[in-house]
DNA sequence: GACAAATCGTACAGATGTGTACACTTATGA
DNA sequence: TCATAAGTGTACACATCTGTACGATTTGTC
C-alpha cells in the first residue's frame, strides 16, 4: 500500500460520507461515490466488493477511532467512579453525533439486504465499550464506591441513563445534533442518577 | 367511503407490512405492494400519492391503535403511580414491536429524501405519549407519592430507564424481539428505578 | 528511461423503480 | 336496467443502479 494509495483510499472514504450525508444510503449509489470521489468505480468494486463493503470500513474505521477515544477518556484517570464520570460527555458526543447517526441509519436500511452493517456497529461499538465499563464499575464495586448484585445489569442502567432514545431519535431525524451543553447537561445527570441508585 | 373501499385499504396496508416485513423500505417499491395486494399502482398512486405517502398513511394508523391501547393502560388505574406500573410493559412491548421497528426503519432510510415519516412517528409516538406521563406524575407530586423539580425532565428519565437503546439496537438488527419476560423485567426494573430516584 | 501494474474514463447489458396512460372490467346508484 | 364512476392489468417512457469490460493514462520499479 503506497501513501499515495493511502490518500486515495481517504478521499474515496470522504466522498462516501459526504454522498451518504447529502442523499442518505440507499441514494447513495457506488457510481455517485466514485465520481464524488474523482474514482473509477471499478476500483470501487475491486477494493471494496459492493457498497456493504465499503459502508463496512467506513464502519470499521470510525469505530476504532471512537474506540480509541473512549479507551483514552477512561484509563487517563486511574479512579473508576472519575473515570466513569469523565467517559460521559465523550460518550454521549460520538453516538448521537452525525457520523454514528448517519452509519446507524445505512445498518437500518441494510438489515433486510445483508444485516452485516448493524453487527458492524454492534461488534465495533456496544460490543466493545460494555466491557470497558463493566470493568470500571467492577474495579468501583471492589473499592466500596457503588454496590450492585449484577455488573452487566448496572452498565446496562448507565447506558439507558446516559444515551436513552438520542439514538433513534437522531436517527429518524426528528432530533437535531446535541449542543456541547446540551451533552454536558445530560453526561452530568446521568451520572448523578447513577450514582444516586448504586451507590452503597 | 364504501365497506369495500376501507376493506381494499385494509388490503392494501397488509400488503405494504408485508413486503415492507420481506424486502426492507429501499426495496419495497409501490409496484410490489400493489402486485401484492392484487390492486393496480395507480390505484395506490391515486390514494396514497407516493411511496411516503403509502408509509405516512401506516405510521398514523398504527399510531392511532398504539396511543388508544396506552391511553387504556393509563385510565384504568385511577391511582398514578400504579397507572405508571401499568404502562410500562404495554409501551415497551409496543415501541419494540416488530411493527414499530419497521417503520422506525423506513423513517431512518426517509431522512434525507423527504424527512416527513420520522416526523409522523414522533408527532405520533412521542408527542403523544409524553403528556399522559407527565401528567400522571404531575398528579402523582400532587399527592406526594414522587418528589421532582422538572415534571419534563422526570418523564424523560422513565422513558430512557425503560426503553433505553432498546429501539436502536432493534432498528439495525442486533437485537431480536424481547420476550414477554424480558419485556416484564425491564419494565419491573425502570420502574422501582425511577420510583427509587423521584420518591420524597 | 522503459516496462509492468494500477487506475481512469467511458461504455455497456441487464435489471428495476417511478409515475403516467389507456382500454377493459367491475361496482354504485338512480 | 342502465349510465357513471372506480379500479384492474398491462404497457410505456424515463431514469437510475449494478457489476463488468476495455483502451488510454498514470504510477511505481528496475
Known amino acids: 500500500m503506497t501513501p499515495k494509495q ?8 470522504a466522498a462516501a460520507y459526504e454522498v451518504l450525508s447529502e442523499a442518505g444510503y ?15 468505480n471499478e476500483t470501487l468494486y475491486n477494493w471494496y466488493g459492493n457498497k456493504q463493503g465499503l459502508f463496512r470500513t467506513l464502519v470499521e474505521s ?6 480509541e477515544l473512549l479507551r483514552r477518556a477512561i484509563e487517563e484517570d486511574a479512579e473508576p467512579v472519575e473515570a466513569l464520570e469523565a467517559l460521559g460527555p465523550v460518550l454521549l458526543a460520538l453516538v448521537t453525533g452525525e457520523r454514528a447517526i448517519m452509519l446507524n441509519r445505512a445498518a437500518a ?7 452485516t452493517l448493524g453487527q458492524s456497529i454492534a461488534a465495533a461499538g456496544r460490543d ?19 454496590e450492585c448484585n449484577d455488573i452487566g445489569q448496572a452498565a446496562d442502567t448507565y447506558f439507558a441513563l446516559l444515551i436513552g432514545d438520542l439514538q433513534i431519535r ?4 426528528v432530533l437535531p445534533p446535541l449542543t456541547q451543553a446540551e451533552i454536558a447537561d445530560r453526561a452530568e445527570r ?11
Open 6 to 13: 493511502a490518500a486515495r483510499r481517504m478521499r474515496i472514504e
Open 26 to 40: 440507499n441514494s447513495a449509489s457506488l457510481l455517485s461515490i466514485a465520481k464524488r470521489a474523482n474514482a473509477s
Open 62 to 67: 470510525n469505530a476504532r477511532e471512537a474506540t
Open 109 to 115: 436500511g441494510d438489515v433486510s439486504d445483508t444485516g
Open 128 to 146: 466493545t465499550i460494555a466491557p470497558l465499563v463493566r470493568n470500571l464499575l467492577r474495579r468501583a464495586q471492589e473499592s466500596n464506591q457503588i
Open 170 to 173: 437522531r436517527a429518524i431525524g
Open 190 to 200: 446521568a451520572f448523578k442518577q447513577f450514582v444516586e441508585l448504586f451507590s452503597p
